[in-house]
């Protein structure tokens, strides 16, 4: 390849593993991973993108799960002319089988460019680069070993959470589960859009929020415990004589003032009707506090990227539900959601501007739910209330 | 699923360039998820298919 | 003809035998150094973690070398983090060593864990966007490249998430990072009138547009659209919709910046990222004026911030007017909030600092 193209090779160099290496091993296979290689090259060169976005590609009965990109300079690299993305559904908590994960680059190394993002911004494993021609025969094989498509466009997009239980001591939901079940449940939703945009459902097992639930879904489900956090005192006592400053960094920190040190006792002692759930000390001595045992989620609504009317960190919406499978309350919440939202809502109106629009209490109604104080920061200031 | 949704259904798009399912569902007054339903089955047959611009629409296959 | 919605495979096939023994009965977990996580069951049970950094864009054969480790030491398990991180589990405390080298031998990192930077989530870029104003893989390998010991290492006050999106409909949603770069187009769409008619449906078109910038042609002969540019914030939905009107420009595009964003509940509630630098040059391959400014930030709230604060907390504790001091980047006119929650974000208190 030699100096054909410079800056890409720039970025071999350096520590961090590089995704040009990456290109280069798959062009060695494949001629479009060769052909991306120098159009990367060229956006270095002429700082725009060379891919059109659109037309209908897909595969027989699904409405999304496939990007439609083309090159726009085809003339010049043919064999990414067409240049498509799957999105394919991860297995909860992103855990693979070597034999599943071999599987899927057996597929991709018949049908695609052999590149891929382990994952995408989106959870989905995406298969990144595929003619026309070969998006069906690569679904059919895709779902021959046992995957499925994402979610693209106005649909439920693939549903992500958290490691959960399968590996921290913190969750106090089965992410793992709800997940699973809501996106098997959902399948219809995932796959045929419907709806004015798209709809995203995460779930973190506890308030630390690994998966940015509160920030990009419109259904959060976050993990929480209704009864009072579990001390080991003799535990805190080791954390302070190991060196943590217990009264400066964990009782300092605390944001509602819930917690004393007593130093002659060398006990941390907790208002419990003080305590938020922020998680700060147990973050800090995970082998002395830990969560409380009466466990269940709040459900917050809203949250989204800026497009169109500006972010939106989720709302309460529930302050406190037992998630339990078969999760039927969540799935009928689900349910009348959509209903209410497909129903009234404006093309490319996301669920929380439309609450925006037509207001919470007009929401609320909708689903069935009761105004609680856990939903405001502060009841309204101004006088211009209906009745 | 009834055959008179589904070719109520087919006949509406024919006359469209595109809908969302909830135009269809008005303009052949019935319930929004019996719609859903029938366009997801007509999908599958092959029979209709998903356009994405500012959104998503379904349209007859291979309707110009 | 093959199956369809059969759904993604059960997560329990998935799960390495002392998970699914443990499944929701961990007690606790330590950071035994850098990229090593030890977790300890309530059966007694230890299950260690080695966290390697990722690319995220990797060819097939990447994911068979990875898969070659994990079947030498992690009875064919793996899973990925939600930043990409891959992550190799054994019960076998033996193991650890060997793994960090074998993941040595493939040139990845071992970090990402605690108060560090790990991973930096981002958006495709010009490797597959229709809509990217900069490059997404390229900017975050040259920081990655400059910030890499923090990756390896835990020194800083708090973990530090950094996160890139290719344009402002920030796919990522970097919104709530401690630092997200964020590509910017700064010039309004070129409207090809000769085209439009032919490739666009103007009624979507128009509908597209969530400032109401876009207006049909005056000129009835004439059937296209016209943009009024001062109501345009260049987001490119419209193109979006309408390959007739391309606003990706080589002078006009690069990178804003924003600071101070979180997602996690502890301490403070989580809060939105917020600009604090409208424009840098898109600089390939390098980005170098990006990457010395996210260098100088991170070099000013390591110095200053207390242990624990988040780069948001600390921000909030000293007051953005110190922060903008510190770090001596300019306050513009762009800083000011003019779209849906403007007036949320103008001071009503006569407390500031100097």
Known sequence: MGKETPMADELEKGPWPSFIKEIKRAAEKHPSANDLLKVVERSYKDKVTHWKHGGIVGVTGYGGGVIGRYSDVPEEFPSVAAFHTFRVNHPSGWFYTTKKLRQICDVWEKYGSGLTNFHGSTGDIILLGSPTENLQPCFDALSGIGFDLGGSGSVLRTPTGCVGPARCEWSCIDTLNVIYDLTMEFQDELHRPRWPYKFKIKASGCPNDCVAAIARADFTIIGTWRDSLRIDQDAVREYAEGGLNVEKLVVGKCPTGALEWDEKARELKLKPQDCVRCMHCINKMPKAVRPGLDHGATILIGGKAPILKGANLSWVLIPFIKLEPPYTEIKDLLLKIWDWWDEHGRTRERVAELIQRLGLKTFLRAVGIKPVPQMVNQPRANPYVFF | MSEELRQKILEYLATVSKAKNRDVARAVGEEKRLVDKAIAELSKEGKVEYIYLDTSYVKLKDKG | ?354
């Open chain 3, 1 to 354: 003809m093959a199956k369809t919605d059969i759904g993604p495979p059960d997560f329990r096939e998935m799960l390495p035998e002392v998970i699914k023994k443990n499944y929701g009965k961990w007690k606790y977990h330590e950071i035994v150094k850098p990229g090593v996580l030890k977790h300890v069951s309530e059966t007694g049970d230890v299950l260690y973690t080695v966290r390697a950094g990722s690319p995220r864009l990797v060819s097939v054969d990447f994911i068979r070398d990875i898969c070659d480790i994990a079947d030498k030491y992690c009875d064919g398990h793996l899973r990925f983090t939600s930043r990409y991180n891959i992550e190799f589990m054994t019960p076998d405390k033996n193991k650890v060593e060997p793994l960090i080298e074998e993941v040595g031998k493939l040139g990845l990192p071992v970090g990402g864990t605690g108060k560090c930077i790990t991973n930096v989530v981002h958006t495709q870029g010009w490797i597959h966007c229709h809509s990217a104003a900069t490059d997404a893989s390229a900017v975050v390998k040259a920081i990655m490249d400059e910030l890499y010991d923090h990756f390896t290492s835990m020194k800083l006050p708090a973990q530090l998430r950094i996160s890139l999106a290719c344009c402002i409909n920030m796919c990522g949603a970097v919104h709530c990072s401690d630092l997200a770069v964020v590509g910017v187009h700064t010039k309004p769409p070129k409207v090809d009138h000769e085209h439009l008619h032919a490739l666009c449906e103007i009624p979507t078109t128009i509908a597209s547009c969530p400032t109401g910038a876009i207006r049909r042609h005056s000129d009835k002969e004439i059937k296209s659209v016209k943009v009024r540019e001062d109501l345009c914030m260049y987001c490119g939905n419209c193109f979006t919709v309408c390959p007739a009107m391309p606003l990706a420009d080589p002078e006009g595009d690069g990178v804003a910046i924003y600071a101070g964003g979180k997602v996690s509940n502890a301490r403070k509630p989580p809060m939105f990222s917020r600009l604090i630098v409208p424009y840098l040059p898109n600089n390939p391959p390098r980005w170098p004026e990006v990457v010395s400014t996210l260098k100088k930030i991170i070099g000013v709230y390591a110095e200053h911030a207390q242990e624990d604060e988040r780069m948001g907390e600390w921000i909030q504790r000293v007051g953005w007017e110190t922060f903008f001091r510190l770090t001596d980047i300019p306050f513009t006119e762009q800083h000011i909030d003019d779209f849906t929650h403007a007036v949320e974000t103008y001071r009503t208190t006569t407390q500031f600092r100097w």
